[in-house]
T-cell receptor
């Protein structure tokens, strides 16, 4: 079983749709959870991070962590064509810098 | 220059060549990282440096040799690479290594797209 599972997509949605991106993981010791956005020919940039379980909202983006199910989600409301990118989930143990990434989900938002 | 910069952005090399990738961070950070990003695979951490000392080496073949002369610069020296080493090589930096109770964001550069013929 891979440590972090993420559907590679592509996920195609029309502009204005609500997007749900997800990752599952196997190591219950992960404590920090992150979502990165990576545009074509660019490096990943941090979008959201959460510590342990719960929700976090930032503008159109909401990150959710359900540690009991070992499942994390990123919701994008009112999606825009500029949101078209690959979204990578990442997580790490407390006290360790090593990030464990998912493969990334390619999102395409059409006007 | 701001953030994390990487040069060159693209590199094509033969299996017998020797080349180096360069990373520079302008953020005053103390920790730097090399990652490999291959198609349809998760990012793989290769090396971690903290205050110019290598603190992590994730079973990377010896044909990849990192160098960190100071806390702002990180190099990846390449020699006798294989075609399967073709990938996007990303450099990242963070303020420090992650502590027990702190979040420590890693900032990524744009990467070097490496093709080994």
């Amino acid at each position: 079983q891979k440590e972090v599972e993420q559907d590679p997509g592509p996920l195609s949605v029309p502009e204005g749709a609500i997007v749900s991106l997800n990752c599952t993981y196997s190591n219950s010791a992960f404590q920090y959870f992150m979502w990165y956005r990576q545009y074509s020919r660019k490096g990943p940039e941090l979008l959201m991070y959460t510590y342990s379980s719960g929700n976090k909202e930032d503008g159109r983006f909401t990150a959710q962590v359900d540690k009991s199910s070992k499942y994390i989600s990123l919701f994008i409301r009112d999606s825009q064509p500029s949101d078209s990118a690959t979204y990578l989930c990442a997580m790490r143990l407390s006290g360790y810098s090593t990030l464990t990434f998912g493969k990334g989900t390619m999102l395409l938002v059409s006007p | 220059e701001t953030g994390v910069t990487q040069t060159p952005r693209h590199l094509v090399m033969g299996m017998t060549n020797k080349k180096s990738l360069k990373c520079e961070q302008h953020l005053g950070h103390n920790a730097m990282y090399w990652y490999k990003q291959s198609a349809k695979k998760p990012l793989e951490l290769m090396f971690v440096y903290s205050l110019e000392e290598r603190v992590e080496n994730n079973s990377v073949p010896s044909r990849f040799s990192p160098e960190c002369p100071n806390s702002s610069h990180l190099f990846l020296h390449l020699h006798t690479l294989q075609p399967e080493d073709s990938a996007l090589y990303l450099c990242a930096s963070s303020q420090d290594l992650a502590g027990l109770s702190s979040y420590n964001e890693q900032f990524f550069g744009p990467g070097t797209r490496l093709t080994v013929l």
